[in-house]
């Protein structure tokens, strides 16, 4: 065996002995069934959780429950970059394989996805078994009574097959796994947005299709060590409707996350520390923006709900708290599914009712950051010291083995950041298409223009623009501060008007609202507005100058203020006649100009 094998093989043993040491956890739940047939065993159980299954023992595995069972039907709900079929499973009592069965039945359906991080495959190997002991050995069965269960088992299958046991240095195990990106370099969960993969598009046509009541996103963290196996979140700012957060406070905080925990696992809520080396310090909460999973999932009104699994524990461990945390989660909703239905019901009629006015003094939260408000935390935590390390020059945190309990502080209270008054409706010019056909791959609704028209719109100037050193998911993303615009401008055949009387009005608005951190203006959609495109010869300006100062005691005034004021415009001769060009009626006047505008009365024959 090489010796770096050697090196990673006893570092797993160590820290699973460790683990068992210092951490009270007990066997996998589903041990304590009747043993599953030896045909019917995944790859992990096989292997005693040192191995997880490729994409196609994966597919052949699914298939087979599909084969198996009339409760689970295998599809496929897209294709890759690299053309493999993305797979879903659909699991249900009674044939109701359809949205539309569904809503007929009363069903709340639930999208549970794994390995959009290819890397982190604890999600598919235990909702692979859940999906097995509800179906074929039926330990679990009753879980899908008042359910439908859509099961993405590998999101990211181009990533799932870059496989290697050194994809992830801060994970234990298993022996190997996928990357973290799609072969493009996309992270899938940078993605809900800007949608520039397939991948993504093939999701949100996936969620259109069904309109899910609630979305878990299955994950494993990196960070600190600690004594527990399994972590979830939820957002829990002001843009979450008032009647989902609810909701996920009842039914996840207070019960699934207690059930999980009696079951045999040691759960928290979601840990980012201030500092790993110094724990006291305390932990700062996750906001999660919209260009991920369960930051995106609140626009369209759904609980969104991440689990992340511990990194450092044993895979089988992983692998048990994330089946425990599905279960108990099915079962709550089962047992109960209109107090869900209800709380999204609740949040579509309210989003659509809030778009059918425009209130000026109404501000909708685009953007979010902690206060310095803290609560006490009682964590538990593994001791540790930190040294000054020889080889980086800096203080090293070494974790132990023995159990630590810590109050620290949580710094877990948002405040608004960035607010706007919602229009009425945004219309978007005819020749932005990349940003209308990403208005439809959303599922927004949207009207197109028979005609051209000339409107009273607001909208915003750019000014203060900056630029990143380098890309970001592939894109060059402005920073910018903004001035509202209010002008008549003429938009052609084609252009599209949005209305925020539709449940979807939240996603239209952190599209369309620069300001909103996962805007189209931040991922670098309307970058050529930023560009000058005409200039002036020094000696043809120099001339206009003149001629502008000679008209002008009012500029004449202002340029003088000016070099007496700022010492490096004075010395700058482009800026100084820049001055002028600006103020001339040569300038573009469309340059840093948003091309979306924005309407706040009522136009004929719109809802």
Not at 18 to 33: E, G
Not at 242 to 265: F, H, Q
Request: glycine fraction near 6%; aromatic fraction near 10%; charge should be neutral.
């Amino acid at each position: 065996m090489p010796r770096a094998e050697v090196v990673r093989a006893l570092f797993y043993l160590g820290v699973l002995l460790l683990l068992q040491i210092s951490t009270p956890i007990n066997t996998m739940s589903q041990n304590q069934s009747p043993p599953v047939p030896a045909e019917w065993l995944t790859r992990a159980e096989k292997t005693d959780y040192r191995e997880t299954p490729r994409y196609e023992e994966t597919i052949e595995y699914a298939k087979r429950l599909d084969q198996a069972s009339p409760l689970i039907k295998f599809e496929s709900f897209g294709r890759s970059g690299e053309g493999r079929e993305l797979p879903l499973l659909v699991a249900t009592e009674g044939g109701t394989f359809t949205p539309e069965a569904a809503r007929r039945a009363g069903k709340a359906v639930i999208l549970i996805q794994a390995c959009i991080h290819a890397g982190e495959p604890d999600g598919k190997d235990a909702g692979l078994a859940l999906l097995r002991d509800i179906a074929i050995t039926k330990t679990r069965l009753g879980l899908l009574k008042n359910l439908v269960v859509l099961f993405i088992p590998i999101y990211n299958t181009d990533g799932h097959e870059r496989v290697s046991p050194y994809n992830r240095i801060n994970q234990n195990g298993p022996a190997e796994m996928g990357w973290r990106t799609t072969s493009t370099y996309q992270n899938l969960n940078r993605d809900y947005m800007k949608a520039d993969t397939p991948e993504t598009r093939a999701w949100l046509s996936l969620w259109n299709h069904w309109t899910p009541d609630l979305f878990i996103d299955c994950h494993v963290t990196d960070g600190a060590d600690y004594q527990y196996n399994i972590t979830y979140q939820h957002e829990h700012h002001e843009g979450v409707a008032p009647s989902i957060l609810a909701w996920e406070k009842k039914v996840i905080d207070e019960r699934v996350a207690p059930e999980t925990e009696a079951a045999g696992n040691v759960v928290s809520w979601y840990l980012e520390f201030i500092d790993n080396r110094d724990l006291p310090k305390g932990i700062r909460d996750f906001n999660g923006s919209p260009r991920f999973s369960t930051g995106y999932v609140p626009l369209r009104n759904r609980p969104g709900i991440l689990i992340e699994t511990h990194m450092l524990k044993p895979y089988r461990l992983r692998v048990i708290g994330t089946y425990d945390f599905l279960r108990f989660t099915l079962a709550e909703v089962s047992r109960d599914p209109e107090s869900l239905m209800t709380a999204v019901r609740a949040a579509d009629e309210k989003t659509a009712a809030d778009g059918r006015t425009y209130d000026p003094a109404r501000r909708y939260p685009l953007d979010f950051e902690l206060t310095d408000k803290a609560t006490p935390y009682n964590l538990r935590a593994v001791e540790s010291h930190t040294e000054l390390s020889d080889v980086s020059g800096a203080q090293r945190v070494v974790f132990g083995s023995k159990p630590l309990d810590l109050t620290v502080p949580m710094y877990n209270d948002f405040r608004v950041k960035a607010a706007v008054a919602p229009p009425l409706y945004y219309i978007v010019p005819a020749q932005w298409k990349d940003v209308i056909e990403l208005l439809k791959v959303h599922g927004l609704e949207f009207t197109a223009l028979k005609e051209a028209v000339t409107l009273d719109i607001e909208s915003y100037r750019f000014v203060d623009v900056k630029w990143a050193n380098g890309p970001f998911e592939g894109r060059l993303m402005p920073s910018f501060k903004t001035e509202v615009v209010r002008e008549r401008r003429t938009f052609s055949t084609g252009s599209v008007i949005v209305p925020l009387a539709q449940k979807s009005a939240k996603v239209a608005i952190n599209l369309l609202e620069p300001e909103a951190p996962d805007s189209l203006v931040h991922w670098g959609f309307f970058n050529a507005t930023f560009e000058q495109k005409e200039y002036g010869e020094d000696y043809v300006v120099e001339k206009l100058a003149r001629e502008m100062l000679a008209s002008d005691p009012g500029l004449r005034e202002e340029y003088q203020k000016r070099l007496a004021s700022d010492q490096k415009f004075a010395a700058s001769p482009r800026a100084r006649l820049e001055f002028f060009y600006r103020r001339s009626p040569y300038w573009d006047k469309q340059m840093n100009l948003y091309p979306v505008g924005r309407i706040i009365t009522r136009l004929p024959g719109q809802s």
